[in-house]
């Protein structure tokens, strides 16, 4: 399967393309990875992106194109492959389309995980850190330390981090709105989008998704 996963901050898309990738048999795709594996590689693409990204700048849409069809023309993705964080505008859709076009693909589902604005703003300003670890991550409602700012593991300090912050996090949500629902409504047009309820267990959750993919 060609599968687009898209949501807004919080949603969970991480969690879910791990498991839904493994599910099915396909490579997940991340553009964050794309960046990182690129700028760490120090690849044309990443040398360019890392350009922009120093200078405070946005990275071209081509730039980000480019990196999402060399991987895809990977042989890992011959099969399928579940793409999280592209497309993020309409542009870089159209121009997906064309790629999957030339090699006489298409896509064969938009996932989109549906999560209420407020339990976005929930699940990201309750996050804290450790500050000697930051894989030790706990949340004040769902995950909660024994103590109050204390870490269970090695008894560090529990923090927000700035871009948790609610203000941020509500910054966040307007630019998913702005940028990516008008892509959503692309794929809507034709026909694509699942919606499913991001709320619940990861693995309910999966579920969910799993049955709506079956039967798009």
């Known amino acids: 399967m060609r599968i687009v996963l898209v949501g807004p901050p919080g949603a969970g898309k991480g969690t879910q393309a791990a498991y839904l990738a493994k599910n099915l048999s396909i490579p997940h795709i991340s553009t964050g990875d794309l960046f990182r594996a690129n700028i760490s ?35 890992d993705a011959e099969n399928g492959f579940l793409l999280d964080g592209f497309p993020r505008t309409v542009a870089q ?8 076009k030339a090699e006489s693909m298409k896509l064969d589902a938009v996932l989109d995980l549906e999560v209420p604005e407020d ?43 700035e871009d948790d912050s609610e203000d941020t ?5 307007e630019v998913y ?10 794929y809507r047009a034709q ?4 919606t499913i309820s991001a709320l619940g ?8 998704a799993m049955k709506a993919l079956s039967a798009s």
């Open 41 to 75: 590689q120090g690849t044309e693409l990443g040398t360019q992106a890392k350009a922009y990204m120093d200078a405070g700048n946005l990275v071209p849409d081509e730039i980000t194109i480019a990196m999402a069809k060399d991987r895809m023309s990977q042989p």
């Open 93 to 100: 859709a159209e121009a997906l389309d064309e790629m999957l």
């Open 119 to 161: 339990e976005v703003v929930k699940r990201i300003a309750g996050r804290r850190v450790c500050r000697n670890d930051a894989s030790h991550v706990f949340h004040v409602s769902y995950a909660p330390p024994a103590q109050e700012r204390v870490c269970d593991v090695c008894g560090g300090e529990l923090y927000q981090r």
């Open 169 to 173: 996090v509500r910054k966040r949500l």
């Open 177 to 186: 709105h702005t940028q990516t629902e008008p892509v959503i409504d692309y």
């Open 191 to 194: 026909g694509l989008v699942v």
């Open 201 to 208: 267990k990861v693995e309910d959750v999966t579920d969910r």
